[in-house]
T-cell receptor, first 115, second 115 residues
Framework: DQQVKQNSPSLSVQEGRISILNCDYT??????FLWYKKYPAEGPTFLIS?????DKNEDGRFTVFLNKSAKHLSLHIVPSQPGDSAVYFC??????????????FGTGTRLTIIP | GAGVSQSPSNKVTEKGKDVELRCDPI?????LYWYRQSLGQGLEFLIY????????KSGLPSDRFSAERTGGSVSTLTIQRTQQEDSAVYLC?????????????FGSGTQLSVL
């Protein structure tokens, strides 16, 4: 039972344009959402997060949007750069008494930025 | 280095053999996690440690899998009588604490191939 779903295994975007990566979840008890980025032969690295009390969080070129009613979140990267080419994982954590120990990850989306 | 270190980076073994995977977390991180990523799958939670205790072992796929952590530092994941379905990338991560939403810092993983 995949509680966190990333339905697009891959995405290609022109350099300078906006990249939008999507994530859907099924468990309404999820309270905190994160995006991790992974380069080949490296471990995932934390990118950005959002609490369920917010609907948007921005950090430089990266913005995460949360739509709780739709159980959907998205990561926007603008402008996209070649170094953004990586696999992006969406992750979710349960509320209210759990944290990292209950992170559930999606299957990842491979983003390719075309120069 | 200052990051999470995993060894070996690659392991090829024959079906039925035992393997040990090692993780050195970031110094001072009390929480340590093991995940695995099988081909085409998301990151699957296996077990986490808070200090030397493992409050949640629910992700271990079978009793062939075990893990320990000593001195609040190094952890070893042991797989006995390996099977071909155990082939995956095994990722270790650490964080300051398991509770809350401290960032997870991942190692580069061990690619396990069971022939």
């Amino acid at each position: 039972d995949q509680q966190v779903k990333q339905n697009s295994p891959s995405l290609s975007v022109q350099e300078g344009r906006i990249s939008i990566l999507n994530c859907d979840y099924t468990n309404s008890m999820f309270d905190y959402f994160l995006w991790y980025k992974k380069y080949p032969a490296e471990g995932p690295t934390f990118l950005i997060s959002i609490s369920s009390i917010k609907d948007k969080n921005e950090d430089g070129r990266f913005t995460v949007f949360l739509n709780k009613s739709a159980k959907h979140l998205s990561l926007h990267i603008v402008p996209s750069q070649p170094g953004d080419s990586a696999v992006y994982f969406c992750a979710a954590s349960l509320a209210p008494n759990f944290g990292n120990e209950k992170l559930t990850f999606g299957t990842g989306t491979r983003l390719t930025i075309i120069p | 280095g200052a990051g999470v270190s995993q060894s070996p980076s690659n392991k090829v073994t024959e079906k039925g053999k035992d393997v040990e995977l090692r993780c050195d977390p970031i110094s001072g991180h009390t929480a340590l996690y093991w995940y695995r990523q099988s081909l085409g799958q998301g990151l699957e939670f296996l077990i986490y440690f808070q200090g030397n205790s493992a409050p949640d072992k629910s992700g271990l796929p079978s009793d062939r899998f075990s893990a320990e952590r000593t001195g609040g530092s190094v952890s070893t994941l042991t797989i006995q009588r390996t099977q071909q379905e155990d082939s995956a990338v095994y990722l270790c991560a650490s964080s300051l604490d398991a509770r809350g939403y401290e960032k997870l810092f991942f190692g580069s993983g061990t690619q396990l191939s069971v022939l």
